[in-house]
């Protein structure tokens, strides 16, 4: 059990072995509840590998949404696999397209067709990366933790604040119920007790919608 503190995470703080990553692929749906209802709209996918360029290897994360309603979204980030430090991101679809590369103390590239120099004061975690982060943390009750991200779409570094609420269930597993302030967006996720698995995640939109990403 883990005191109420509010712990502040640094590249260099987490070091995974790859046996502990829930490397593969899985499916989930899309629901969006709205006004007391619910139905499916659209599919999501991940996948965690291991991949070398040039002789660096790294953890390759891609992830993909694929809804008639909400729209298309495929990005990719690849970072270190002992430390989740980025080495660049890209994303296509229904938020921009967007391609940036980290390294010494700045993180550049273009958002939206406009290009991103933004040099970097301490070393940062990508923000698609933070799903990925919240399944090797410790998490325990009480556990709380605050991610410095770079967030393509504000071109800023964003203080991403985790807490773990309680355990629970999700999928017919154990998991912990972290709820994650992203700043402008608000969600809670499951992460499996053992599997460290991704189980679930609900996302409260600014209309008041629910979306939930469930296996």
Known sequence: MHDATLHTLAVGDIRVSLGDLPLGQNRKRVLLTENGKTRTVGTTGEVL????????????RVQTLDSRELGMLRVEVLMSPSTFAPLRSQSAGLLGDSTLAYGDGVVHGSVAETAVSHPLDRPVFDAW??????RSLPLDEGYAVEIPAFVCRDRAVVAVKARVEALDEAAGERA????????????TY?????????????????????LSFVK
Do not use: N, Y
């Not at 990366?129 to 919240?134: N, R, S």
């Open 176 to 187: 912990w119920r972290v709820a994650v302030d992203f700043g402008r967006l608000r969600s």
């Open 190 to 210: 499951w992460v499996g007790t053992e599997t460290r698995a991704f189980l679930r995640q609900d996302l409260l939109l600014s209309s008041g919608a629910t």
């Open 129 to 134: 990366a933070v799903e990925v982060i919240l």
């Open 49 to 60: 590998s291991i991949a070398s360029e040039r002789g660096v290897i790294s953890l390759r």
